[in-house]
T-cell receptor, first 115, second 112 residues
Framework: SAVISQKPSRDICQRGTSLTIQCQVD?????MFWYRQQPGQSLTLIAT?????????ESGFVIDKFPISRPNLTFSTLTVSNMSPEDSSIYLC????????????FGPGTRLTVL | GESVGLHLPTLSVQEGDNSIINCAYS??????FIWYKQESGKGPQFIID?????DKRQGQRVTVLLNKTVKHLSLQIAATQPGDSAVYFC???????????FGTGTKLQVIP
């Protein structure tokens, strides 16, 4: 498995501003993922972030709104730009660990409220 | 704080009983399935997985059953405990890499 931390754990922001969320993992991983979880909902994949290449975005998500950085194999950031109340969600990063389970492990999430 | 289980279907189970949580998946090409547990205020936690070449897999107090014919997945929890109270998500791998698609989730409430 992997130990994943996120900063901030929660924030309250004004509409029109931007917030950058950090994700740190305790081991080198190839693939990192960013998800959004709206209140009472399941998780929706925003994008996949590989080190050394542009992030791959899912349908409905664009780079201008959710720019992602992946400067090395243990760190990634997701920025939520020009926020509106509809962006209020939990944002989670996850990593793929090639162990026996070959699956994804998740960080604790960042709870964002936009006023 | 907000609850991830606010609008999710709820299963209430007496402590000590067995729980069965069901999930219908959508992609017949999916070949890997995972169950996650999400407690309030935390990220999803891996519970158990199963590949499409199997129809049953057991872990500690948990069993996952896969029926590919009807695209159905279930999670059985034996002797349910208060600590099992959480939202449970099934997920399927439907991409060339580990792109995981999550189901809608079920909130499990354990009655002491």
């Amino acid at each position: 498995s992997a130990v994943i931390s996120q900063k901030p754990s929660r924030d309250i922001c004004q509409r029109g501003t931007s917030l950058t969320i950090q994700c740190q993992v305790d081991s080198q991983v190839t693939m990192m993922f960013w998800y959004r979880q709206q209140p009472g909902q399941s998780l929706t994949l925003i994008a996949t972030a590989n080190q050394g290449s542009e992030a791959t975005y899912e349908s409905g998500f664009v780079i201008d709104k959710f720019p992602i950085s992946r400067p090395n194999l243990t760190f990634s950031t997701l920025t939520v730009s020009n926020m509106s109340p509809e962006d209020s969600s939990i944002y989670l990063c996850s990593v793929e660990v090639r162990d026996r389970t070959d699956t994804q492990y998740f960080g604790p999430g960042t709870r964002l409220t936009v006023l | 704080g907000e609850s991830v289980g606010l609008h999710l279907p709820t299963l209430s189970v007496q402590e000590g009983d067995n729980s069965i949580i069901n999930c219908a998946y959508s992609n017949s090409a999916s070949d890997y399935f995972i169950w996650y547990k999400q407690e309030s205020g935390k990220g999803p936690q891996f519970i158990i997985d199963i590949r499409s070449n199997m129809d049953k897999r057991q872990g500690q107090r948990v069993t996952v059953l896969l029926n590919k014919t009807v695209k159905h997945l279930s999670l059985q929890i034996a002797a349910t405990q208060p600590g099992d109270s959480a939202v449970y998500f099934c997920a399927e791998n439907s991409g060339g890499y580990q792109k995981v698609t999550f189901g809608t989730g079920t909130k499990l409430q354990v009655i002491p």
